[in-house]
């Protein structure tokens, strides 16, 4: 049972462009987000997150958008450059801290130059 | 900034051996998660430890078993290991009531 959905298994942008990665969950019970990157042979990456009682967090070109109504959030990265491409995991984490991360199946973005 | 560190960065075990994955956690972190991540899949809760006390469990097979030890590092042991144990193994860690979680490059299990 994925509880964390990805539906776009790739994205390709042109560079200067926004960057708009998906995701939507099952558990109304989660309430913490998070998005991170990933380079082939490396770990996840940290990148940016959001709580429940928010609808938007910004750092920098990265910005976190949540829809707890329609359990969808979405990472907007603009402008979009090289160095962005990568594949980008959502996760979602319940109220207590120290608390297991589920992932989404992840979308591999490709921004082209 | 130190990272979590994680030794071997790949491991190449015949089928029913057994082994062992290390993990270090940042400095004063002191809650240590492993994850396992099979080809083309996302990662995978195996396991957490919070001040050397097991603090959750996830999909585990019996087979493998983890503990924390007084430095906070992780070893995460694996015997009779089936083909279908290779993948990446993420270690990650973060302190008391943070939820963001930073990971270990992995550990690359192959079993032949």
């Known amino acids: 049972d994925q509880q964390v959905k990805q539906n776009s298994p790739s994205l390709s942008v042109q560079e200067g462009r926004i960057s708009i990665l998906n995701c939507d969950y099952t558990?109304?019970?989660?309430?913490?987000f998070l998005w991170y990157k990933k380079y082939p042979a490396e770990g996840p990456t940290f990148l940016i997150s959001?709580?429940?009682?928010?609808d938007k967090n910004e750092d920098g070109r990265f910005t976190v958008f949540l829809n707890k109504s329609a359990k969808h959030l979405s990472l907007h990265i603009v402008p979009s450059q090289p160095g962005d491409s990568a594949v980008y995991f959502c996760a979602a984490s319940f109220n207590f801290g120290n608390e297991k991360l589920t992932f989404g199946t992840g979308t591999r973005l490709t921004i082209i130059p | 900034a130190a990272g979590v560190i994680q030794s071997p960065r790949h491991l190449i075990k015949e089928k029913r051996e057994t082994a062992t994955l290390k993990c270090y956690p940042i400095p004063r972190h002191d809650t240590v998660y492993w994850y396992q991540q099979g080809p083309g899949q996302d990662p995978q809760f195996l396991i957490s430890?919070?001040?050397?006390?097991?603090?959750d469990k996830g999909s585990i097979p019996d087979r493998f078993s983890a503990q924390q030890f007084s430095d906070y590092h992780s070893e995460l042991n694996m015997s009779s290991l089936e083909l279908g144990d290779s993948a990446l193994y993420f270690c990650?860690?973060?302190?008391?009531?943070?939820?963001?979680?930073?990971f270990g490059p992995g550990t690359r299990l192959t079993v032949t």
């Open positions: 959001i709580s429940s009682i928010k």
């Open positions: 990650a860690s973060s302190q008391l009531l943070s939820k963001e979680q930073y």
């Open positions: 558990n109304s019970m989660f309430d913490y």
């Open positions: 430890f919070y001040e050397k006390m097991q603090s």
